[in-house]
């Protein structure tokens, strides 16, 4: 097996399976063989995907992963071979196994590079983003201070005026972030499972409610993607890149 994905979740199709390859027709298209043993997740996200039992049995043989996802594009299951990827089932206990340093460090570099992204379209749209290169620098193990905090009372004032509050319920900006949101928090989610990780276990976010911890974590850093669609006049200003954010020696502080 190897590490390749396939991700089915811009056009309808019909799998089914003949002597070890996985077949993919889409409708008006050339049928797409691909050998199940190359095959390390199978994402269906679209809703009209057909595929036969044949598939499902295949690639778990083959000890490949499946991941069904519901309307919204968010998985709602994932089907693990019971004997032929091991993989899968390390990763699982690694990561149960983190030790709560570990996930305080992570938690750091994600908040770091979040601060990071932020700065950076304000520079884009021609902003003061000075005081975000102070912030990166002050977020440490865990993020104690909140840094993440400070950084949005600062960032949301300059992005939309001073009269903006980040508030879910409201009429304006809001509710494109939200969508926005919603769709990155998909698009995260699914990537967490076809990376064979498991996205109830987070790093930092903890709620009974949500099964996608892990995914509300690792897309912090990606949201002033969602912000620069929502600014008006943004897209004319250039594309904002996510450089990551380097290490240095007060990085497990």
Not at 17 to 23: I, K, P, S
Not at 31 to 48: E, G, N, R, W
Not at 231 to 239: E, H, L, S, V, W
């Given at each position: 097996?190897?590490?390749?994905?396939?991700?089915?979740?811009?056009?309808?199709?019909y799998?089914?399976?003949?002597?070890?390859?996985?077949?993919?027709?889409?409708?008006?298209?050339?049928?797409?063989?691909?050998p199940?043993?190359?095959?390390?997740?199978?994402?269906?996200?679209?809703?009209?995907?057909?595929?036969?039992?044949?598939?499902?049995a295949g690639?778990?043989?083959?000890?490949?992963?499946f991941?069904?996802?519901?309307?919204?594009?968010?998985?709602?299951?994932?089907?693990?071979?019971?004997?032929?990827?091991?993989?899968?089932?390390?990763?699982f206990?690694?990561?149960?196994?983190?030790?709560?340093?570990?996930?305080?460090?992570?938690?750091?570099?994600?908040?770091?590079?979040?601060v990071?992204?932020?700065?950076?379209?304000?520079?884009?749209?021609?902003?003061?983003?000075?005081?975000?290169?102070?912030?990166?620098?002050?977020?440490?193990?865990?993020?104690p201070?909140?840094?993440?905090?400070?950084?949005?009372?600062?960032?949301?004032p300059?992005?939309?005026?001073e009269?903006?509050?980040?508030?879910?319920?409201a009429?304006?900006?809001?509710?494109?972030?939200?969508?926005g949101?919603?769709?990155?928090?998909?698009?995260?989610?699914?990537?967490?499972?076809?990376?064979?990780?498991?996205?109830?276990?987070?790093?930092?976010?903890?709620?009974?409610?949500?099964?996608?911890?892990l995914a509300?974590?690792?897309?912090?850093?990606?949201?002033?993607?969602?912000?620069?669609?929502?600014?008006?006049?943004a897209?004319?200003?250039?594309?904002?890149?996510?450089?990551?954010?380097?290490?240095?020696p007060?990085?497990?502080?």
């Amino acid at each position: 097996m190897t590490d390749r994905i396939l991700d089915i979740s811009q056009r309808s199709a019909y799998l089914k399976v003949r002597y070890g390859q996985l077949l993919l027709d889409f409708a008006g298209e050339e049928t797409v063989s691909v050998p199940l043993s190359d095959i390390a997740v199978l994402v269906v996200a679209h809703p009209q995907v057909t595929y036969t039992q044949a598939v499902l049995a295949g690639l778990a043989k083959a000890g490949g992963v499946f991941v069904g996802c519901d309307e919204d594009h968010v998985p709602a299951l994932m089907l693990l071979p019971l004997q032929s990827n091991y993989v899968v089932v390390e990763r699982f206990a690694r990561q149960a196994e983190a030790a709560w340093p570990v996930k305080k460090r992570l938690w750091q570099q994600i908040v770091r590079a979040k601060v990071a992204a932020q700065g950076e379209l304000l520079r884009t749209l021609g902003r003061d983003a000075a005081a975000f290169d102070v912030l990166m620098d002050k977020v440490r193990s865990g993020d104690p201070s909140n840094v993440e905090a400070q950084a949005s009372r600062r960032y949301w004032p300059a992005l939309f005026g001073e009269s903006f509050r980040r508030n879910r319920e409201a009429a304006d900006q809001n509710r494109l972030l939200n969508y926005g949101y919603a769709v990155l928090r998909a698009t995260v989610a699914r990537a967490v499972c076809a990376a064979g990780l498991h996205p109830a276990l987070g790093l930092h976010h903890h709620n009974k409610y949500s099964g996608f911890p892990l995914a509300d974590d690792l897309m912090e850093p990606f949201r002033p993607l969602v912000d620069r669609a929502v600014t008006p006049g943004a897209a004319a200003r250039g594309k904002v890149s996510l450089t990551p954010v380097p290490r240095r020696p007060s990085w497990a502080r």
